[in-house]
């Protein structure tokens, strides 16, 4: 659980379409599921991607990005 002790919003394998709000120190995409944290490698500042959590830590996610979502207007 996380310092808070709110529970972590997502496991292993789910999916979600999230857009990508920021770019970590690292290069990875930064989005939110809930107001927690998902890593989303070989994503850019303002896409919206679908992507599949891979790794889960108390913190935050690392996702797998699965396809770039169609501009939904």
């Known amino acids: 659980?996380?310092?808070?002790?709110?529970?972590?919003?997502?496991e292993t394998g789910d999916e979600y379409v999230v857009d990508i709000e920021d770019i970590g120190e690292e290069g990875d995409g930064?989005?939110?599921v809930e107001d927690?944290?998902?890593?989303?490698p070989d994503a850019k500042m303002g896409d919206q991607?679908?992507?599949?959590?891979?790794?889960?830590q108390d913190e935050f996610a690392v996702a797998d990005l699965i396809e770039h979502e169609a501009d939904v207007e």
């Open 1 to 10: 659980m996380s310092a808070d002790d709110t529970p972590v919003p997502v």
């Open 49 to 56: 991607v679908r992507v599949e959590i891979d790794t889960v």
């Open 36 to 40: 927690f944290v998902v890593l989303v």
């Open 30 to 32: 930064i989005a939110h």
